[in-house]
């Protein structure tokens, strides 16, 4: 099998934080051989062994977007999963085309319109379609009253609304029927919700604990939606996998997530918080109103939460919530600039939770997420300096290689 070598690179493999100039990385087929400075490159065989300079750019393991909508539409909130199925999975396949673009390699769905993610995820599999390889899930599910019921009176909805422990339960079987890898579940409302805020707690601790094992004796992971400290406690305790967001946390909360952290995630999903502030007047919602709804201080109480999370070494995840019309496909990198500019994180530690933490969220297994040997070689080459600059990884055009599995979907170089 031919060798790739890739030389004169910036390296970042994502083991720690260093950053290693004039190294390289040894591919074959779709595995890391070997990473490290030029100096200790291995020996290779140079008539099976093709070299490609990238000239002192930096490289990178693929990044992980943790909390994803492929099937949302950047759309107005409102609008997200009533598109025709038809139309919606055309634009899944495009907002999978985007994100791959970008240098993100992995996803975690969170939350699908109509299923559509189980379809485009095999879709990938199979190279019919490019994208990240995708951990997939199929509609929410949420009770009656939930922040997932937004179904008008008399109408389906798009979300599974089950009350008590055995409807959870069938609605969790409904969901590995259709073949999804991850169940999401909501715990708790939302400020913009008129009848479920982030305090009112959706399901009891029959219903959480009836999902998480319903799910994983199926083999699915359970993410959630769990914004007061409330609702985290109960992702905790009954075996949640991905947290989304934990804006408000006590310090039971704290301690809870910190003796699980051998087990979980945290995405504080900050951009749509950010973005309901920055840009919410563009769908009619005001600086003012949103202000009134509680999105500053939610804002506020996230960036004590995270450092909190930090200090106690809760591993965190990159990925606010993207696919609205405010927090569109593509700009999934901001979070990387959130992630120092509010949490106060090295460009290096930001990178961390994109890379290494975001490969073992996809694969407990380790495979994923760094650039060492025996790891599937999944990379991106950039035109700038991220751990100098987080924002470069925003700029497409800067990106200028993205491999998945050993092979290049953006080669710019050669």
């Known amino acids: 099998m031919n060798q790739l070598l890739i030389t004169d690179a910036r390296l970042f493999a994502a083991v720690d934080d ?12 779709d595995r890391i051989v070997w990473s490290g400075p030029m100096s200790d490159a291995p020996p290779v065989d140079r008539d ?47 907002n999978a085309r985007t994100l791959l673009r970008y240098g993100f390699t992995s996803a975690i769905s969170f939350g699908s319109a109509q299923g559509i993610d189980i379809p485009l995820r095999d879709a990938i599999n199979s190279g019919r379609v490019p994208g990240p390889r995708l951990l997939a899930s199929e509609r ?55 009848h479920a805020a982030p305090g009112v707690l959706s399901y009891t601790d029959e219903e959480v604990a009836a999902a998480c094992d319903e799910a994983h004796v199926r083999n699915m992971r359970v993410a959630c939606h769990a914004r007061s400290a409330g609702a985290v406690k109960q992702a905790v305790r009954h075996g ?23 087990r979980l995630f945290v995405g504080p999903g900050i951009a749509w918080e950010i973005q309901l502030l920055e840009r919410g007047h563009e ?101 700038g300096d991220p751990s100098r600059d987080v924002k470069v990884l925003q700029d497409a055009e800067r990106i200028v290689g993205v491999m998945k599995a050993g092979r290049f979907f953006t080669d710019l170089l050669r």
């Open 240 to 262: 949640v996998d991905f947290v989304g967001h934990a804006n408000f946390l006590d310090d039971e909360a704290v301690e809870m997530l910190a003796d699980a952290r051998e």
């Open 18 to 29: 260093t950053v290693l100039d004039d190294a390289g990385v040894l591919l074959e087929g």
């Open 283 to 383: 769908i009619g919602l005001s600086r003012t109103m949103m202000e009134a709804r509680g999105y500053q201080r939610e804002l506020d109480e996230t960036i004590g939460a995270v450092k909190r999370l930090r200090e106690v070494g809760v591993r965190l995840l990159i990925g606010g919530d993207y696919g609205l019309s405010i927090t569109p496909h593509g700009t999934n990198a901001k979070d990387l600039e959130y992630f120092v500019d509010l949490f106060a994180m090295s460009p290096e530690e930001a990178l961390l939770c994109a890379t290494r933490d975001g490969g073992l969220a996809v694969d407990p297994t380790g495979m994923l997420g760094t650039l060492e040997a025996g790891t599937l070689a999944d990379l991106v080459i950039v035109d």
């Open 140 to 194: 929410d599910i949420g009770s009656t009253g939930s922040n997932a019921d937004s179904k008008a009176p008399g109408s389906e909805g798009h979300k599974r609304i089950a009350d008590g422990p055995w409807a959870v339960r069938a609605a969790v079987r409904e969901v590995a029927k259709a073949g999804a890898d991850v169940v999401k579940i909501f715990l708790d409302g939302e400020e913009l919700s008129a």
């Open 48 to 94: 099976h062994t093709e070299q490609l300079s990238v000239g002192g750019r930096f490289v990178m393991p693929g990044m992980t977007e943790s909390h994803v909508h492929l099937s949302y539409s950047n759309a107005h909130p409102s609008q997200l999963d009533r598109q025709p199925v038809p139309i919606a999975m055309l634009d899944a396949v495009d």
